[in-house]
Every structure is written in structure tokens, then in C-alpha cells.
């Protein structure tokens, strides 16, 4: 059984990265493994059993509030464990050394070495990124003001094609072990089922390949029509 | 600026619009009020002055509530409003063109702030603020905190109407001279969808089945109207109905006890496409799906889901609406990101088919009726044909 715990959905949820969680559980049952999604909210404290941890894009006072309540080290139990993280947006600000939100630059929780600045604007589009790790093209949205740099050792999650990313730096997001950081929304699970797939299988400890064409045929088609 | 500038300006609009209408380019309807802005910039404030403004805005159901509001308004005085969907200054402008007593006006969230200070109006109805066009309006909290300075600066004889169940707007008005705090005795589910943080001073904001209250201060408990729950479409025509009261119209508030069929409200039409006798609704963001989807009765759907300019661009959103109840109908999909929405009921387990064409989806069907619910541009498509 793998627990996929969606982290404060009611304040990371507002770009429907939700799905994602939807997506995850929905593959893995297909290809016969049982899942629970577990809906944490502001208020409880976050499981350190979890095996996939999720968090969404948020407005600037929700990223806050979320930021604080993780700051406490729940989330760093799990991911010293070698826990799946996917964190979409604020998600993956958050888990930054530094990010700004309300005008004013906040403490991150420090697990990816990457530091988010105010960009020159707001990134708003359709994003195209090519994933090493993947060997593939993945799409989706990106809504976000951020301009995210990488520190020493920081990796990149793939190199931007269409649209903006990290800030117009040439990449977006972060990758550090099992700890993805990503600005794309779409949800980027359900427009990329590879990545979904990947994600599946670090969790599980054995390659999980699913076989949906629906899913197949939905990707294939955003990634011609995203140029 | 002579009001014979102001003439020359609308006559010349005028006639443009007519001759526009004439050639078959568009319905006319925008064009004259553009126009009449480029030739006399300040033609709103003037043409403003001698009548009774009432402006209604909200993310959903501006449309059919400055509907309602301008069929009671007549009943007491002569009233222009923009036609329909036509709601930023351009429509606005183009609307008071015509001499009245009353103007109602819909307006878009992000240009209320500029026709307020441009109309002074009597009143200005405040419905609801929730996630729409995230990428044109970037943040809900972004939306409200500009109708908070709104309310702040206009002039203290405004009156501002407003469901305090959404604490958007709660917040909004709380810089008002003059409000009137509407409660439905809270939220219409049992929380605001995206109202998980306090829009006033973004503490957390805890939820207890619609009712809200924060440490700062900001809460529904206290209102000066307190109604029942019900649909969308009836907390417009209450609030409709209040604002049809406070500028003159008789017995506005008896005829809320007096209806109980609110399908009028919704903005919908009846149309026959190729023998299937089709009910089209406009559905545009999260909170207008879910309020759409809990109103389908019948076994046969079609979804229609584009994502051009005003639909909103980013197709994401479709994830935080439910669509299980949808689970056992013959559903069938289409528009421009129908491959979107298939896949996103695919992942819930709603069986449905997904076609490419608005009159495939109909085939599918070939006799009966159906319940179409229609994106904002697919609507306007469906309507117009």
C-alpha cells in the first residue's frame, strides 16, 4: 500500500495540483498496486509514514502559513528517509533555502539548495521542459513571479523549451535524490504520465509501467500543440 | 468639457454602431461605447451625473442578476444596461449613451474600481469573489484587496450590498462608509473554495459549516440581512432584490418570500440542435461548475471546455472540481480542450465519450434532451448559432 499524503491542499491547492495526487493513485491502480491518499490539512500534523509527499502552487499569505507549519521538521523526517516529494510552485519554493512572498523574502524549509528572488515579472503561459532524467519533453502551465536560482550541487529539473521556468534562467525547477521540485502546473502528473510513472516507481522500490492510451494520447497531444 | 462635444461624440458613435451593425460586423455592440471613449474620454462621469447608477460585479452571475435587477427597476423608472456580458468601459460607456432614469450596469471585478470612481454610484452589488482566469486575475486575494481600496475611497453616499458569506467580499466592504451586510447563514458549501486564508490579515481562517471568524475581526456572524441557504442563482436574486429595494422599487423584498423557482437566475437558454432538444448553461471556473454540476438532473450530458482569453487560458482548474456525480450518465465531451476535461473524468471514473465537434456530440445523442454545460466562449458560440 503506498500512502500519497497531500500537504494542505486547502492552502497549496489553488492551480489544481490536487490532481496530481488523482493521477498517482489512479496509475498506480492500474497496475494492480492498492494506494491511500491521505488530505492533510493546516491544522493536523504531517505523517512521517507517508511515500509520496505532495504540495501545490498557493497565494502568497497561504504559502506562508503552509511554509510555517512544515518549518516545525515534519517534512524533513520523511525526506531524510529518501522519501518521493513533488512540490509544484510555492510548493517548490517553499521547500528552498529562501523565497519572497507578500513583498518580503521568507526563510524556506532547506531541502533543495535553491533560493527563489522576485522575477522581472510574472510568468503566465503555456511551458514546455526537456527532462534529462526522463529522456522526454514534459508540458504544462506556469503562473508564478519567482525567479529561482540553483546553489552548489543543485540540479535542475529540466531545461525550459517553451515559456519561462526558473525566472527566464534556461531551466526550471529542482531535483535532489527523490525530492522533485517543479513549476509546472497542468497537473503536471496528469499531463506527463511518465513522470507520474517515475514517481510510482521510486516509491514502490520496482519499475512501475502503466499502460492507459487515454493518458498517452492526452500527453502526446499537449506536447505538439505546446510550442 | 462642453457638452456639445459630448453630442457630436455620441452621435458619431452612434452612427458607427449602426452602420458596424449594418455591414454584418459583430452585433454593434461594443464598438459604439469605444468610439465614444476615444472622442470624449470622460464620457462615463458625464453621462453619469443625472441618473441613478446601480453596478453589479462578481466573479459569477453578474449577467443574470443585472438581469433580474433591471426587470424590477423598471417597474418605478425608465433604465439602460449593457448588454449582455458586455461589461468593461467600452460597454459601460455605450450603455448610458441612451437617456434614462436608472442605469444598471454589470461590471468585470478587475474595472469596478475605475467605473466607481467614474459613476458615483447609488449602489454597487458585491456577489462573490472565487478563483477565475487565474491567469488575467493572477490571485483572488489580488482581486479583493483592489475592491477593499475601492471601497475605502468612494463617496460615502455609495451603498455597497454585499454577501458577507464570502470573505472576499466581507473584506472589501470593511473599508465602505455605507454597507449592507447580506448572510445566507453561510457559505453556500460548507466552506468558500479558495478561503482557506483570511483575506484581511492571512491568518489561517477555520471553517465550521459556512461560518467563519477570524481573530482580526472578519466574520459572517453578523449581518444586517440574514436568509436562508439555497442556489447561486436565488442568493443573486435576494441580493437583486435588496438592491432593487433601497432605490425605490415596491415591494422588492416581499417578492423574495413569493418565488421559489430560481432556473431563471442561471445563465442558460433552450435551443434545438439537429432534433435534440439541448439546455445550454454557462460554466466558467470551479465555483460555477460545481454550482452547474449539482443542477443536472437528467441522464444525458455534454461538456464543452475551451480555454481561449476569457475562459481562462489554464485548464488546471478542472481538477478541483468534482465530477463524480456525473458517474452513470452518457456523458459525452467536446470543445477545444475537451481532451482536458475527458481525461480529468477518466482519472474519476466517469465514463464518457469525447468527440470533436459540438454537432458530433449531439449525434451521439440524436433524439431527446440533453443538459449542455458550456464554457464562457462555447456558450456564446452555442447561443449565437
Redesign the interface.
Known sequence: MLKIIRVHNELLGTYGDRGNADVLAFRAGLAGIATAIVDISYRESIPSDGDIYLLGGAEDAAQILSCNALSGGSLHGAVEKGTVVLAICAGFQILGKSFYANGEEQRGLGLLNVTTVPGTSRYVGDIKVHSELLGIDLTGFENHGGKTLLGAGAQAFGKVLVGHGNGDTGVDGAVSGNIFGTYLHGPVLARNPEFADLLLSRAHGAPVKVSDPLADRYAALRREVTK | MGSLRLKVAIAIAKSAGALSKSLGRGSGETLPGRILLTLCPNAIELLAQSRVVILVSGTNGKTSTTKELVSQVRTVGTVVTSSSGSNLSRGVAGALMQDSVFAVLEVDELHLPEVVAQTNPAVVLLLNLT?DQ??RM????RVAARWHEMCKSADPSTLFIADVDDPFVNFAITGAASAVRVSFGGAAHSRHP?G??CPSC???L?WNDGKYHCDCGLSNEYANHTYDGGSAGYRNFVLASLAADYVGVHNALSNIELRSDYRGMERATEKVFAGVKARVRLTKNPASWTEALAGVTGNNVILVLNAREVDG????????VSCASLAGKRVVVTGERG??L???L???GVQNTLVDTFDEAIAVFGVGSVEVLAAYTAFFGLVGR
Open positions: 478563483r487565474l491567469h493572477h490571485e483572488v486575494k479558495d482557506a486564508v492571512g491568518r489561517y477555520d487560458i489554464d485548464t488546471s482548474w478542472i481538477w478541483d481532451a482536458d475527458a481525461y480529468r477518466h482519472v474519476e
